[in-house]
């Protein structure tokens, strides 16, 4: 029998509205949601291809033990067992640091992933805490702790209204945006075009939101830092440097003045490759349109002033008066944020509390760098024990970090290991444990993160919408079973942690006088809640919490699990808003223009004036059918341009003697991978372009499409050393490379590629 279910789609970061078909238990089609409240019925090609993820017939059905070295099925009850006889006696003989943890990036599209891993890193008590953070955005967060107190006070660009947007290193014409959660980004992005506003991209690709803009400058992959704190430079000496309203919220502005003094447009143009004329040009631009925001994304997060160049985006909002304000890049408040406190000093952020014992890496945000994982577990030093059990949680670091050949073997060395994952994939595959979550369809959703980070406040909720399938076990279940079994409470009730999360929640919510609880009973505040199980019981808890929430019952109109149910395409809660001076949380309560971190890494900057790259770097790639490591198994959305090739410039072909469709060796740090060269005028001359991802050719996998096709890794071409020192994030742009053509021997390996 065909029906149709609403399903959030949580294959990037839109999190747009789906209606999937549903025949006999299987999703069959999907398309947009017309009233979804946020995404109107906006879907891409990989919301399309739903049903074909849902039903990958390589996703594990039932949990793997290792039993004499081979991964086997087993029952539940068996893989819990072989977790707790796993993790324990690390923890008891080597301490809980012996353990160590590595979260994905699917994890911030579940909800699982948003309830249960917090509490798995309290319970464990470990310090070897890795995500994708640290490969992906965690200059945003250094900077948003450094500047505003708070790491996940990330401003987003109000593409809706603004006049003059500003891209850095973002590609959301084919990536649908990051943090930036905005359904339909390019029909925002024609719309700001159609009101006659203006669009600006810095990039060193030709990429499709570059063929869009208004002006498309092609800088030198690495150089944003410099290229943004010229523009601060030009906006403080040209007199157009007006924070407006924010200025009472601010401290630092002459000392930040004067420690972008050396940054002129004529200094920094060398090293970016931009003239100075031109960033006069575009500060100027910058500081006289009605609005303006200026949103920067990967590309210039994983460069060697990620830091910095994230810290000078928010410099740029605010010297233009353009931080909280609309048209400019404000705050989101999402319906489970905290119960928002009264504006004031708070704690600060605080970076380097403790280090990594091998490279002495600073943890950032609680987290060590994803760079540093093989080292922490392959060498032993005399400052603690190395990581002898790894938990992996959605999480692929063999593809996702540099050198996956070294951390391969590291992973083989492990005394014990669990993977909370669908596939038996290049890291899952040295799990003594893998739990495989159900497909999607089969789990509820809302999207904890990303409604942080939405151009526009919204709340919706899903359930499931297939039944799970016999034998299979809610992600939820899984995760809290995991937490018990790893922290010594196996076999305990899994509801359990849902309990204990909502009587500390709200034993704390009854202390706090700013809370619509404050005074009352933690406990009958408990039974109060609605919801079916766990899960949606702390969903109730923070919406009801939460900005919008009924205060269990202050007031009768804010927002509810139940009343959120009886919304099923969601609830709009309006456009932003200027929020500030309550997000601030630094000790001063003010933004903190020029923090001491900030300033002590100054002079490397200073430095990179000078430098310039006598060969070829490497840069990333984003293709609209693709999601970093997670979608290469499924046939609809690999193939045709998602292919995973190295762009090169006509001119540097023609210098290397390399023809379109030619196999070349690309080498660098880390080691060397092959790949067909796509020659292209779409990236500028003296930088190669190779998507991430890609490399499904190691053996005891089980993704046959993506081993068909499976591309190279190119993060084996980092040795790890390369990170932002403030963030811990590794560099995997503006990379030194040397690319050569294959010899004709070897080229016959590749002979279906030319
Ligand atoms: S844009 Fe993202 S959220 Fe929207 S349908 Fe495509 S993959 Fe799904």
Avoid at 320 to 346: H, K, Y
Avoid at 620 to 648: D, E, I, Q
Wanted: include cysteine; aromatic fraction near 4%.
């Amino acid at each position: 029998m065909s029906r149709t279910a609403l399903r959030i789609c949580p294959l990037c970061e839109a999190t747009c509205g789906l209606t999937l078909t549903i025949d006999d238990g299987r999703v069959t089609g999907a398309r947009g949601d017309r009233d979804d409240v946020f995404s109107k019925g906006f879907i891409c090609p990989k919301g399309a291809a739903f049903g074909a993820v849902d039903s990958d017939p390589d996703r594990l059905r039932a949990p793997l033990v290792r039993v004499d070295g081979e991964l086997r099925e087993a029952t539940w009850a068996e893989a819990f067992d072989a977790v707790a006889a796993g993790t324990r006696p690390v923890v008891e003989r080597h301490g809980p640091h012996a353990v160590g943890l590595v979260l994905g990036n699917p994890n911030v599209h579940t909800v699982a992933g948003a309830l249960y891993p917090p509490v798995l890193i309290a319970g464990l008590g470990t310090r070897s805490l890795f995500t994708a953070s640290t490969v992906d955005q965690m200059p945003k967060h250094v900077a948003g702790g450094l500047l505003f107190g708070d790491a996940n006070a990330i401003p987003v660009p109000d593409l809706d209204r603004t006049d003059h947007l500003l891209l850095i290193g973002a590609n959301p014409l084919e990536s649908n945006g990051s943090l930036c959660t905005a359904p339909d980004f390019p029909g925002r992005l024609k719309a700001l075009k159609a009101r006659g506003g203006t669009l600006t991209v810095i990039d060193p690709r030709r990429t499709r939101t570059a063929r869009l803009a208004d002006r498309h400058l092609a800088v030198r992959p690495g150089t944003d830092a410099l290229l943004l704190a010229a523009l601060a430079h030009t906006l403080f000496d040209e007199g157009l440097a007006d924070p407006g309203e924010l200025a009472p919220h601010l401290t630092g502005l002459d000392e930040l003045a004067a420690a972008l003094h050396d940054f002129t447009p004529e200094a920094v143009a060398p090293a970016c490759d931009v003239d100075a004329a031109t960033l006069r040009t575009l500060a100027r631009e910058l500081a006289a349109a009605p609005t303006a925001a200026v949103y920067a994304r990967i590309g210039s997060c994983t460069v060697p002033h990620g830091t910095l160049a994230s810290w000078l985006v928010d410099v740029l909002n605010i010297l233009t008066g353009n931080l909280d304000r609309p048209g400019g890049a404000l705050f989101p408040q999402a319906a489970t944020d905290r119960t928002p406190r009264p504006a004031g000093p708070g704690r600060g952020f605080a970076l380097g509390r403790w280090h990594s014992r091998v490279s002495r890496h600073p943890e950032a945000k609680g987290e060590l760098p994803l760079s540093a994982l093989a080292e922490e577990i392959d060498t032993a030093t005399d400052d603690g024990e190395p990581i002898r059990a790894l938990i992996a949680v959605a999480a692929n670091p063999v593809l996702s970090a540099p050198d996956g050949d070294r951390l391969d073997k590291a992973l083989g060395s492990l005394d014990f290991m669990v993977s909370v994952d669908p596939y038996l994939n290049e890291t899952s595959r040295h799990a003594d444990v893998v739990l495989p979550p159900p497909p999607p369809a089969q789990s509820p959703h809302h999207d904890f993160a990303f409604n942080t980070l939405a151009v526009r406040n919204q709340v919706r909720y899903t359930r499931p919408a297939v039944p799970l399938e016999p034998g299979r076990m809610a992600e939820t279940e899984i995760l809290a079973r995991l937490v018990l079994a790893a922290t010594g409470m196996h076999g305990a009730d899994p509801g359990a942690v849902d309990a204990m999360v909502i009587g500390q929640t709200l034993a704390k919510a009854v202390r706090e006088p700013h809370s619509p609880v404050h005074g009352r009973d933690p406990e009958e505040l408990a039974a109060l809640l609605t919801g079916d199980n766990g899960p949606e019981r702390r969903l109730d808890m923070m919406l009801r919490l939460g900005p919008y929430g009924d205060g269990f019952g202050a007031d009768p109109d804010g927002l509810t699990l139940e009343k959120l149910l009886a919304h099923p395409h969601g609830i709009d809660l309006g456009p932003l808003r200027p929020r500030l001076p309550q997000p601030l949380k630094t000790r001063s309560g003010k933004v903190e223009l020029l923090p001491e971190p900030i300033a002590a890494d100054l002079p490397r900057l200073r430095a990179a004036l000078g430098e310039r790259p006598a060969g070829l770097v490497l840069v990333g790639r984003r293709h609209l059918r693709s999601n970093n490591s997670w979608m290469h198994n499924v046939p609809a959305l690999t193939g045709g341009s998602n292919r995973c090739t190295l762009h090169l410039h006509p001119e540097d072909a023609a210098r290397l003697g390399v023809r379109d469709g030619q196999p070349v060796r690309i080498k660098g740090a880390g080691g060397e991978v092959t790949a067909p060269a796509e020659v292209t005028d779409g990236v500028r001359p003296g930088v190669v372009s190779l998507p991430h991802g890609w490399g499904h050719d190691r053996p005891g996998t089980r993704m046959r499409h993506a081993a068909a096709d499976p591309g190279a890794n190119v993060n084996q071409l980092l040795d790890g050393s390369l990170l932002d020192p403030l963030s811990g994030n590794a560099v995997l742009n503006g990379v030194p490379v040397e690319v050569a053509p294959l010899t004709a021997t070897v080229t016959k390996t590749f002979g279906a590629l030319t």
